[in-house]
């Protein structure tokens, strides 16, 4: 495995810790009847969006503490339906109990990073998809969830303030995902993709905002 790039981990970790107390502060001023309320995802209530976050963090700390221990640890030991029931049991508790358990898996998991050394950021372990991948992209891809369902609650919190670090991370990886999906002759972003400032760009690959006269973008 190729040796992580600490500094990169620094900038994601400081942008992942400064989007948690974002969404704590979101969380915080949320009511029991608005914890209940659609969010932007279908079929997901705003309580549904803030328990996968908690559980989401959970499943990260058990690939980070294995990695410490020098082993291989599943984000969801019971797959995807073991993540699918953890979304949904929580998601109806009273704010005051959701919000409270969301802010202890936030800090356990921070705690984790901050406390990692070598043997940890050297380790990998197994998203719930069962993809194999480092743990030096946990802090990334924990900020990834956090920055977009942050928009998904509905609390008016935009595209258009996503952080800059994660919006030129996740435009290159998108990029390389439609070039990977895509026959040769058509790996580059279509023109009218292009033309897009790129925060808006992003929204629309991620299917986080719809603009008249062209496709839906590909999704998460």
């Given amino acids: 495995m190729d040796t992580p790039d600490l500094r990169l981990i620094d900038r994601c970790v400081e942008a992942c810790t400064a989007s948690h107390q974002r969404l704590l502060e979101v969380a915080d001023g949320l009511t029991d009847r608005q914890l209940r309320e659609p969010s932007r995802l279908p079929g997901w209530s705003r309580g549904h969006v803030l ?67 070598g043997t940890m950021w050297m380790g990998s372990g197994v998203l719930g998809t069962g993809a194999t991948v480092p743990v030096s992209d946990v ?4 900020l990834r969830e956090v920055v977009v ?23 290159d ?24 400032p790129e925060k808006q760009r992003l929204a629309w690959l991620l299917q986080r905002t719809h603009i008249e006269g062209i496709p839906e973008g590909p999704g998460l």
């Fill in 173 to 196: 990886r998108q990029k390389m995902a439609w070039a990977a999906s895509h026959p040769m002759g058509l790996t580059q972003l279509p023109g009218y993709a292009m033309k897009l």
């Fill in 139 to 142: 802090p990334y891809r924990r």
């Fill in 51 to 117: 328990n996968h976050l908690r559980r989401n963090a959970d499943g990260f700390a058990l690939m980070c503490a294995a990695a410490q221990r020098g082993e291989v640890g599943m984000q969801y030991p019971g797959g995807l339906a073991e993540r699918e029931e953890g979304i949904r049991v929580g998601a109806d508790d009273p704010a005051a109990t959701l919000v409270a358990n969301l802010r202890t898996s936030i800090y356990e998991l921070e705690a984790l990073w901050f406390r990692g050394d």
């Fill in 149 to 171: 369902h942050l928009t998904d609650l509905d609390m008016g919190i935009e595209y258009d303030a996503w952080p800059d670090l994660f919006v030129r991370m996740e435009l």
